[in-house]
Each structure stands twice: as C-alpha cells, then as structure tokens.
C-alpha cells in the first residue's frame, strides 16, 4: 500500500508564503515523478509544478517566478515553495507520484491540502 501525505495548507494573506510537503510512504521501489495539482472551486483540476526524478522541472505559466517545487529522493518528499500568494491560488492542492511499487507502476494521490489566500 503506497500513501501520500500533504501538509502545510492553510490562511495566508496576499503577498505572503507557503510551503507544502508531500511524502510517500509504502513499498516503493522508485518514483519517477513528483507534482503538485490544484483544483478551485467550480474549476478543474490543473497541473501547478511538476519534478522529475533527474531534477527538471515544469509549471503552469500563471505561478513561474513565485512557485519552486522541489524533491528529497532520501525522503521520498516533494515540498512546494509558494511566494507571492495571490487569492486566484486559492484551491485544494493534491500531491501525485508516478511511481514503481510492489504491484508495479502506480499513479498515486495525495488527499488535497487547502490553500486560501484572502485578506
């Protein structure tokens, strides 16, 4: 059974900052990639930032400057770091892992942490 765990959702006014962490836990034997969703009320859910396992990275064009995802492969954890918060960031952020399991390749949700930015 593979888990991911999100943490480091909550309030945060404009302008400020957050970092969300997302470890996997189970029997893993490799993951191939990491990523950040989010999904906003009557929206769907949208890629934020994403790290493969040599380290690139890709983002979707409205948080390039203020986002950095980035991964400890010891740990088996992806943070993002989010800078510059505006409330149109506001949504429930799901961690996904492309991974190789026990049962082979899996393709693994978190349970969503909310981020609101209001003021």
């Known amino acids: 059974q593979v888990q991911l765990v999100e943490s480091g959702g909550g309030l945060v006014q404009p302008g400020g900052s957050l970092r969300l962490s997302c470890t996997a836990s189970g029997r893993i034997f490799a993951i191939n990639a990491m990523g950040w969703y989010r999904q906003a009320p009557g929206k769907e859910r949208e890629l934020v930032a994403r790290?493969?396992?040599?380290?690139?990275?890709n983002y979707v064009d409205s948080v390039k400057g203020r986002f950095t995802i980035s991964r400890d492969n010891a740990k088996n954890t992806a943070y993002l770091q989010m800078n510059s918060l505006k409330p149109e960031d506001t949504a429930v952020y799901y961690c996904?892992?492309?991974?190789?399991?026990?049962?082979?390749?899996?393709?693994?949700w978190g349970q969503g942490t909310l981020v609101t930015v209001s003021s």
């Open positions: 996904n892992a492309n991974l190789i399991g026990s049962v082979g390749a899996l393709n693994a």
């Open positions: 790290i493969i396992s040599g380290g690139n990275t």
